[in-house]
């Protein structure tokens, strides 16, 4: 892993069977946060001044652990209530250093029948280095917090942990009676940002950009891949997986124009454009979902 905002801002973690990274400053809470959301074991979460992180002087990696420590005060971590999101559950916790978004990495899709098992690797760790590598060429993407992940002969689980970005989804945000135009270019310029430093969002849709006081925030980097230029075709694949979005969502797609318009010059060929409605209207009919061209 190329970052080098990994040993700057993070220290490793190895400890009860888990292993991981989480940032030096809050590194006691963020990592209590990530074992207890592992351990399914979040009820009046409060971290007894005993178990706080210390620093084992044997581990040759430099890594962290649970160990005792001196009397002291205990942390105490509000948990507020869950929300739902995408495939799963989010649990949204108030730390010392403000709110963090927990997430457990599960499979969607023909195989979502494995929930949150990953053969070899943790997905929610290639996740994290996306989003340090996002951070490092000055896309606006969320705070990378802490990543932990457990592996049991080839199979991996993992813990995401990231900071909550105050606002409201693009979805939620188009369906109120505003005026939308800015809102979707300065999503557009964004995007366009994006593929302009080699990322590709596995995901693009309306549900995962925020729009925060600071402007637009790029969510959800499950799958996203670095790559050295993003062709045109994959670009293309990006923006009509968002406009495919609006039609699952109810939305107007008057709404793609604007994005197009922020995101600049973009050829979206007519036999992919028809690729992505034909496939739209069979999920739609497989579904049960109505379409707002019915």
């Known amino acids: 892993m190329d970052c080098s905002s990994l040993s700057r801002d993070y220290v490793t973690v190895e400890t009860q069977g888990y292993r991981g990274y989480v940032r030096k400053d809050y590194s006691d809470e963020l990592l209590g946060m990530l074992i207890q959301n592992a351990a399914g074991k979040f009820l009046g979460l409060r ?14 990696k430099g890594g962290h652990g649970l160990g005792a420590t001196p009397p002291g005060a205990a942390v105490h971590l509000e948990l507020i209530p869950r929300l739902s999101a995408g495939r799963g559950e989010v ?33 929610m ?20 917090l802490g990543v932990l992940w457990r592996r049991r002969g080839i199979i991996c689980r993992g813990w995401l942990a990231t ?16 005026e939308h135009d800015a809102t979707l270019r300065q999503c557009g ?10 990322l590709y969002h596995a995901d693009l849709q309306v549900k995962n950009i925020r729009i925060s006081p600071e402007g637009p925030i790029l969510m959800d980097f499950d799958g996203a891949k670095f790559r050295k ?15 495919r979005s609006l039609e699952k969502n109810g939305l107007s797609l ?41």
């Not at 310029?189 to 080699?198: L, P, S």
């Open 47 to 60: 971290i007894p001044a005993g178990n706080a992180l210390q620093p084992e002087s044997a581990s040759p």
């Open 91 to 123: 649990r949204h916790v108030q730390y010392s250093g403000g709110t963090a978004v927990l997430r457990q990495g599960l499979r969607g899709g023909m195989m979502r029948w494995l929930r949150d098992r990953y053969l070899f690797y943790p997905r």
């Open 125 to 144: 760790l290639s996740e994290f280095v996306a989003l340090l590598l996002a951070r490092e060429r000055g896309l606006p993407v969320p705070q990378p």
């Open 163 to 178: 900071a909550w970005i105050e606002g409201e989804d693009l979805d939620v945000c188009l369906g109120t009676a505003r």
């Open 189 to 198: 310029a964004v995007i366009r940002q994006m593929h302009d430093a080699g």
């Open 229 to 243: 230029q993003l062709s045109m075709l994959a670009r293309a694949r990006n923006l009509l997986r968002f406009r």
């Open 254 to 294: 008057h709404y793609f124009r604007p994005l197009c318009e922020g995101y600049g010059e973009v050829r979206l060929p007519s036999w992919l454009q028809l690729l992505y409605t034909v496939k739209g209207r069979v999920s739609d009919q497989l579904s049960g979902r109505k379409s707002i061209h019915d």
